[in-house]
């Protein structure tokens, strides 16, 4: 069983937007309880590369901004390593800054669409080259005199998003975008801080070009989708009871919570308060032996799309048939999400089915052990070590590294808190 409490590690995608918005403020600042996950620390290589001053010191991370226009033309090509959230964000600064560079990452970024965001920042003026018209990398951008957009978007991405809402920063007029369904809004709420012009009226998005963001003091709080795992865990694992601290708990992250009370799951929510514009509070889990099985598809799926993998590991726990759906997305993940989950999921004897945009579950199941194939991919890593809790057999996983990507210290975590 799981028994104790601990303090949750900082969000990755607050700690990305915090490098990267202090990075082109102008000025001194701090980032408290920063990420050190590989993602984050890829963030940094590259702002480093275009000569940003970043000092790290402990969990804390010391930025000097060089102002909305001061990056340098990188002495190197930028490596995002794994990170969907580096690229695609940093394209949008990119796009505004006159300078050309080469953006490239790993195996698995290499095949990650791009087109969703060098599509609405050719259309902004930006010049853009990559394989096959600028969907995949290596992406070489040309930027600068951007005009702004007026853009409905195809996807419900945040990354998408911030890609032009940052590029927006930089254009001759206002901007506009409407969201297909609401996605998370870090980068609204801290860029706001930094003392950007933008106006949200629930779907649209309204940005109108500055000329310098000010410097800014950033606490990270705690990743619900780090936190999800241990949720999970305590959820199934007979006897558990477990204290998670200073957990994020933005309205467009939350889905998670939302599907756990739906399924009868005992999560109280203590200590709710406001840190530097964002909710944070504890959660308190426990053990609960009366799982039921429910339906997760439409607005939600963004709010948890990062979740979906444990939570279809939930869903063998509970009685009668999960259906997720509308969640596409997930096959263009770090791994094809939908395909990893489901062949782990059959392989330790579970009964779930795959769809085009999601899968079904039918429950309980007796789960037995296995070789799991991660796909390097640190959210299935994490799934199937939760999994092996209360698998009948012992689950080895083909990779752990991969977990630093996220949540570095998981697995140490994981082996304090079992009793
Ligand atoms: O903006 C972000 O920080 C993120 C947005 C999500 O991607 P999409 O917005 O592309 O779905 C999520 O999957 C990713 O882990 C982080
Ligand atoms: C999809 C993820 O991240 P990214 O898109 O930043 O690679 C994730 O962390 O689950």
């Known amino acids: 069983m799981l028994k104790g409490s601990f303090e949750l590690i900082g969000d990755k995608s607050i700690s990305h937007r915090a490098i990267m918005f202090s990075s082109i403020s102008k000025g001194y600042n701090k980032i408290s309880n920063f990420l050190m996950g590989q993602d984050c620390l890829s963030t940094i290589s590259c702002f480093r590369k275009m000569g940003i001053d970043i000092d790290i010191k402990g969990k804390d991370v010391f930025v000097k901004g060089n102002g909305l226009r001061g990056l340098k033309k990188p002495n190197e090509i930028l490596d995002v390593g794994n990170s969907g959230t580096t690229i695609r964000l940093i394209m949008g600064i990119l796009a505004g800054n006159e300078f050309e560079s080469t953006l490239i990452g790993d195996e698995s970024i290499s095949k990650r669409p791009m087109k969703r965001v060098t599509d609405p920042l050719r259309t902004m003026g930006c010049k853009i080259e990559g394989k096959e018209d600028a969907n995949y990398t290596p992406i070489k951008i040309y930027g600068g005199n951007l005009r702004g957009i007026d853009y409905k978007m195809p996807v419900a991405s945040a990354q998408v998003k911030s890609a032009i809402i940052l590029a927006s920063l930089y254009a001759n007029e206002n901007s506009i975008i409407y969201e297909k369904s609401k ?34 003091d950033v606490y990270v709080p705690g990743d619900i989708s780090s936190a999800s795992f241990i949720i999970v865990g305590t959820l199934i694992t007979k006897g558990s009871e477990v204290l998670i601290k200073n957990v994020g708990l933005n309205k467009t992250r939350t889905g998670i919570l939302d599907v756990v009370e739906a399924m009868n799951g005992n999560i109280e929510i203590i200590n709710q308060r406001i840190v530097g514009g964002e909710i944070v509070g504890d959660l308190l889990v426990r053990y609960s032996p009366n799982l039921i099985a429910t339906t997760i598809n439409k607005d939600i799926i963004p709010r948890l799309i990062d979740e979906i993998p444990i939570i279809a590991l939930l869903a063998t726990q509970a009685e009668g048939t999960t259906i997720i759906k509308d969640a596409k997305e997930l096959k263009v993940k770090e791994s094809n999400r939908i395909k990893t989950v489901v062949d782990n999921l059959k392989l330790m004897g579970a009964d779930i089915e795959e769809l085009e945009d999601g899968m079904i579950i039918k429950g309980k199941n007796k789960l037995k052990g296995g070789k799991i194939k991660t796909f390097k991919d640190h959210r299935i890593a994490m799934t199937f070590s939760i999994a092996n809790l209360i698998s009948d057999g012992d689950i080895k996983l083909d990779n752990e590294e991969c977990i630093n990507v996220s949540f570095p210290g998981y697995l140490e975590l994981i082996s304090n808190l079992l009793k």
């Open 183 to 216: 996605s998370r809004n870090h980068t609204e709420i801290m860029l706001k801080s930094f003392g950007a012009d933008i106006n949200v009226n629930d779907l649209k998005i309204n940005i109108n070009p500055v000329d310098e963001l000010y410097n800014q």
